[in-house]
């Protein structure tokens, strides 16, 4: 872990060296910082560099805190609040002889044989990721002919838990997608998407990057910033 000083703050940051052409400042929402430097980067110059952008990287985590929610552990009791496709559900369990989930008219039915806690996660972590199979698959079918004429196949797409990223892509082809992602709006779910698609065309965040980006989707900001603040 790196740090640098501005005025009484101090920001800590983890650094990284990679094949690339420029630094690269990434803030997640949890407040983890983390720097992306080119192989040959000097190591005081790098740090020079976090500190010129030190008021916005402190701007970023203040503005990440203040948006953080206090919610307390999950109980999986009636009433309880769950987020799905950018709405709050409230859990409805019902025992019964088969498992199953529904969300319908602002409520998560869940009917479970069993309705300890721990056996409702994962119950509902199950649900979460089939119905992530489903729209993710259908938002990529949607969104993919735009990106026809830079010759891109149909990537593979892939589902998962990941710590710290909404989605990546690798140089074969592969989308890799947060299962999470269903709890957000369905426009930041297709704002990842088509992060990640243009990636497949420019392989960093360079110019070319950000002007296909708001090519084929103008408000991504937008996007980008619902989804942040809403699963931060």
Known sequence: MHQVRFGSRTILFNLEYKKRKSLGIKIHPDTLVEVLAPLDANEEKVLESVKLKAPWILGRIDHFNTYKPSTPPRRFIN??????????????????????????????????????????????????????????????????????RYGISEPVLTIRVMAKRWGSCTPAGRIILNTELIKAPKGSIEYVIIHELCHLVHHNHAKSFQNLQSTMMPDWRKWKDRLEYSLC
């Open 79 to 148: 009433g309880e609040t769950h987020l799905y496709l950018g709405r709050q559900y409230r859990l409805k369990i019902v025992q019964d002889k088969e498992d199953a989930v529904k969300a319908y008219r602002g409520q998560l039915w869940m009917h479970c044989k069993d309705p300890k806690p721990q056996v409702l996660k994962a119950q509902l972590d199950k649900w979460y990721k089939r119905r992530a199979s489903v729209v993710f698959r259908e938002l990529l079918e949607e969104v993919l002919p735009r990106f026809k």
